[in-house]
Structure formats: C-alpha cells, structure tokens
C-alpha cells in the first residue's frame, strides 16, 4: 500500500505561484514514478506532470509546459509541483499519482495505482 497525500493548494491570483507537496508513505516510494493530474469541475481527469522513479525524467502537458516544475525528493519522500505565472484555466484540484509498475512513466491515469485525496487550487483573475 501506498498514501499519499497533498497539500499547498489555495487562493492565488492570475500571474502568482503555488508549490503542491506531496507526501508518501508506505511502500518504497523511491522506485515509483510519480504523477501530478487534475481536474476541473464538469472536465475529465487531466496528465499535469510526471517525474521518473530516479528523478532524471520529466514531462509535463503541453498547457503547463514553462510554467510548472516537477521534481521529488526520495529522501523525504515527496514530490513537488511548482506552479509559476498561473492562469484562471489552471483553476482545478490537483491529485498526486504514484506507478507501481516499473518502467516508461505513464500519462493516463488508467496506468496509477494509488492516488492522494487532491488539493484545490483557484486561480482569480
């Protein structure tokens, strides 16, 4: 088993920063690859960000491309998003990710086992 669970989320206005946290226990987290999702009310479940089990790899979705960065932290056993130059499109609750499998990080989140509970992010303009 594997918890996560999230935190940072918030009020922000357009053009300012977040930085989500999110804290996993149980299983070995370090050879997991991590994912950031969200969603908006009445939309599907949207890939943000993921980060290789060994933190070389990054991708991230073509709308938060140069303006979010995701990176992790094994020893602490968390993954960050840094959230620059929000926009109100970016209002949504964000949900960590953690793949069991090993192998090629994955994008759809068919492909993640466990997820945290989300954090609300909104974006006012």
């Known amino acids: 088993q594997v918890q996560l669970v999230e935190s940072g989320g918030g009020l922000v206005q357009a053009g300012g920063s977040l930085r989500l946290s999110c804290a996993a226990s149980?299983?070995?987290?370090?050879?997991?690859?991590m994912g950031w999702f969200r969603q908006a009310p009445g939309k599907e479940r949207e890939f943000v960000a993921a980060?290789?089990?060994?933190?070389?790899?990054?991708y991230y979705g073509d709308s938060v491309k140069g303006r979010f960065t995701i990176s992790g932290d094994n020893a602490k056993n968390t993954v960050y998003l840094q959230m620059n130059s929000l926009k109100p499109e970016d209002t949504a609750v964000y949900y960590c990710?953690?793949?069991?499998?090993?192998?090629?990080?994955?994008?759809?989140?068919?492909?993640?086992?466990?997820w945290g509970p989300g954090t609300q992010v909104t974006v006012s303009s």
């Open positions: 149980g299983r070995t987290f370090s050879r997991y690859n």
């Open positions: 990710a953690a793949d069991i499998r090993l192998g090629r990080v994955a994008f759809h989140p068919n492909e993640y086992a466990y």
């Open positions: 980060i290789s089990w060994n933190g070389i790899n990054t």
